[in-house]
Nanobody, 115 residues
Framework: QVQLVESGGGLVQPGGSLRLSCVAS????????MGWYRQAPGKERELVAS???????NYADAVKGRFAISRDNAKNTVYLQMNSLKPEDTAVYYC?????????WGKGTLVTVSS
């Protein structure tokens, strides 16, 4: 079993920054793709950013130029640096990772962007 635990969410004003972290633990041999998703009430969960084991990244159009995903393979950790936050970024953010052909999800961390 693989467990993913997110941290770093909270309340921030528009224009502010947060850094989310996700640590994987358990029966890990190697982690392939990792990503961050988000879901607002009444909306579909959407991909925010992803990163391969080799460091190739992909971003949703809504966050390009503002967010940056990175990973530390030695620590089994993926990060999401969130800058210039907007109210539209308010959502529960979930970490996702693929290990030995199976996908795993964290329980999420809430990000609220409000004045």
């Amino acid at each position: 079993q693989v467990q993913l635990v997110e941290s770093g969410g909270g309340l921030v004003q528009p224009g502010g920054s947060l850094r989310l972290s996700c640590v994987a633990s358990g029966s890990i041999f190697s982690i392939n793709d990792m990503g961050w998703y988000r879901q607002a009430p009444g909306k579909e969960r959407e991909l925010v950013a992803s990163i391969t084991n080799g460091g190739s990244t992909n971003y949703a159009d809504a966050v390009k130029g503002r967010f940056a995903i990175s990973r530390d393979n030695a620590k089994n950790t993926v990060y999401l640096q969130m800058n210039s936050l907007k109210p539209e970024d308010t959502a529960v953010y979930y970490c996702n990772a693929w290990v030995r052909g199976l996908g795993y999800w964290g329980k999420g961390t809430l990000v609220t962007v409000s004045s």
